[in-house]
């Protein structure tokens, strides 16, 4: 699969998968999600439903534990691909940080000569 | 007050169910059943839920993946109608969303509106048949013209939610930065054609024991290839263009 094809990441799915770096169910990483954002991100259960649906169907997370007679929840696992996925993504997201500097650069009254010499 | 209420409302839209439902339950009213157009509510504290409508995966069916899913965060399915999810939340756990993002909010609306699209061409297949046993028998009968009004009020009504929809879809694209695709122009168009085909077809019906046979004939045809026409504008290139 063209992994490029897949990014950028939407935030509910980056998210998504940050939280099930480890074992984790739905209601988990709506928790995680939530603790990670302090709050600002809150997914929506038809959100993260989708969500996991096409993530499972694309290979990016696999179910890690199933008891059918158990109370046990079911809970979701990042792949090898979704792994390499964010990988991707955190890549593209850390040459954004390192442009979005050039801003602040500016705000600080540098010109755009220092900010080229910098680099 | 009464313990148990009935209410009959029907609607295509789901926005406004789910804002009417929300009110209910704001006045105390909650809704713990569905069918064919009758809600019945129960008393329940002002505000205790939050209600949310969902399309679901098949018809009259859920997944349990979806089942668990929504009883692990706290929602609660309390009808299936068709491809219809009624589901309600503890006002306690806080806001009751069920899309939270544009990608999913686009994902949601249009299977409703491909859900749409399949009951409109049924219907509007079914309306044909009707017309066409109507000129064989020659006269209409009272029942006739109600089945009519019936189906083509249905068709109608259909049609405008698909609308309402769509113009949803534009503005998600367009808050996505992606081009709507020429949706609205096409929509407008063919609203036009439909209703005009619809409105000759009804026209011609009711007149029909005045009018001279051939012309009853060329004019019900005409008719007939504006709605067709009319349909295929909107849902043979515009739901492709969609995909």
Not at chain 2, 62 to 81: C, H, K, N, P, T
């Given at each position: 699969?063209?992994?490029?094809?897949?990014?950028?990441?939407?935030?509910?799915?980056?998210?998504?998968?940050?939280?099930?770096?480890?074992?984790?169910?739905?209601?988990?990483?709506?928790?995680?999600?939530?603790?990670?954002?302090?709050?600002?991100?809150?997914?929506?259960?038809?959100?993260?439903?989708?969500?996991?649906?096409?993530?499972?169907?694309?290979?990016?997370?696999?179910?890690?534990?199933?008891?059918?007679?158990?109370?046990?929840?079911?809970?979701?696992?990042?792949?090898?691909?979704?792994?390499?996925?964010?990988?991707?993504?955190?890549?593209?997201?850390?040459?954004?940080?390192?442009n979005a500097e050039l801003m602040?650069g500016?705000?600080?009254?540098?010109?755009?000569?220092?900010v080229?010499?910098?680099? | 007050?009464?313990?148990?209420?009935?209410?009959?409302?029907?609607?295509?839209?789901?926005?406004?169910?789910?804002?009417?439902?929300?009110?209910?339950?704001?006045?105390?009213?909650?809704?713990?059943?569905?069918?064919?157009?009758?809600?019945?509510?129960?008393?329940?504290?002002?505000?205790?839920?939050?209600?949310?409508?969902?399309?679901?995966?098949?018809?009259?069916?859920?997944?349990?993946?979806?089942?668990?899913?929504?009883?692990?965060?706290?929602?609660?399915?309390?009808?299936?109608?068709?491809?219809?999810?009624?589901?309600?939340?503890?006002?306690?756990?806080?806001?009751?969303?069920?899309?939270?993002?544009?990608?999913?909010?686009?994902?949601?609306?249009?299977?409703?509106?491909?859900?749409?699209?399949?009951?409109?061409?049924?219907?509007?297949?079914?309306?044909?048949?009707?017309?066409?046993?109507?000129?064989?028998?020659?006269?209409?009968?009272?029942?006739?013209?109600?089945?009519?009004?019936?189906?083509?009020?249905?068709?109608?009504?259909?049609?405008?939610?698909?609308?309402?929809?769509?113009?949803?879809?534009?503005?998600?694209?367009?808050?996505?930065?992606?081009?709507?695709?020429?949706?609205?122009?096409?929509?407008?168009?063919?609203?036009?054609?439909?209703?005009?085909?619809?409105?000759?077809?009804?026209?011609?019906?009711?007149?029909?024991?005045?009018?001279?046979?051939?012309?009853?004939?060329?004019?019900?045809?005409?008719?007939?290839?504006?709605?067709?026409?009319?349909?295929?504008?909107?849902?043979?290139?515009?739901?492709?263009?969609?995909?």
């Amino acid at each position: 699969m063209d992994i490029e094809r897949n990014l950028p990441l939407t935030e509910a799915l980056f998210y998504i998968l940050l939280s099930v770096r480890g074992p984790n169910h739905g209601y988990g990483i709506i928790q995680e999600v939530e603790k990670l954002t302090h709050g600002r991100l809150s997914l929506g259960p038809g959100t993260l439903y989708g969500a996991i649906q096409t993530m499972t169907a694309r290979g990016w997370i696999r179910i890690y534990s199933q008891e059918k007679n158990s109370r046990r929840k079911k809970e979701y696992v990042v792949t090898e691909l979704g792994k390499e996925i964010f990988r991707q993504e955190r890549k593209r997201l850390e040459e954004l940080l390192r442009n979005a500097e050039l801003m602040e650069g500016e705000e600080n009254g540098r010109d755009n000569d220092q900010v080229q010499d910098i680099f | 007050m009464a313990e148990t209420m009935t209410r009959f409302r029907i609607s295509f839209d789901k926005d406004a169910e789910t804002v009417w439902l929300n009110d209910m339950a704001a006045q105390g009213y909650a809704m713990t059943g569905f069918f064919m157009g009758f809600f019945t509510f129960e008393k329940c504290a002002p505000g205790e839920y939050l209600y949310q409508v969902d399309i679901s995966e098949g018809m009259f069916r859920v997944s349990g993946d979806y089942r668990q899913f929504m009883a692990e965060a706290g929602v609660e399915i309390v009808s299936l109608w068709g491809y219809w999810v009624m589901l309600r939340r503890r006002a306690e756990m806080g806001p009751f969303e069920l899309y939270t993002d544009v990608e999913s909010t686009i994902e949601h609306y249009r299977k409703i509106r491909k859900l749409f699209k399949v009951v409109v061409v049924i219907e509007f297949l079914l309306l044909m048949f009707n017309t066409y046993m109507m000129s064989l028998k020659g006269d209409v009968s009272g029942m006739d013209i109600v089945s009519w009004v019936v189906l083509g009020g249905l068709i109608a009504g259909l049609v405008r939610e698909m609308f309402r929809v769509n113009h949803i879809l534009v503005e998600l694209y367009e808050r996505q930065g992606r081009p709507p695709e020429g949706l609205m122009l096409q929509g407008r168009k063919v609203s036009v054609l439909l209703s005009a085909g619809l409105l000759l077809n009804f026209a011609v019906l009711i007149f029909q024991g005045s009018v001279w046979p051939p012309v009853r004939t060329a004019l019900q045809m005409a008719a007939v290839v504006l709605m067709a026409v009319g349909l295929w504008r909107t849902w043979g290139r515009g739901g492709r263009s969609g995909e």
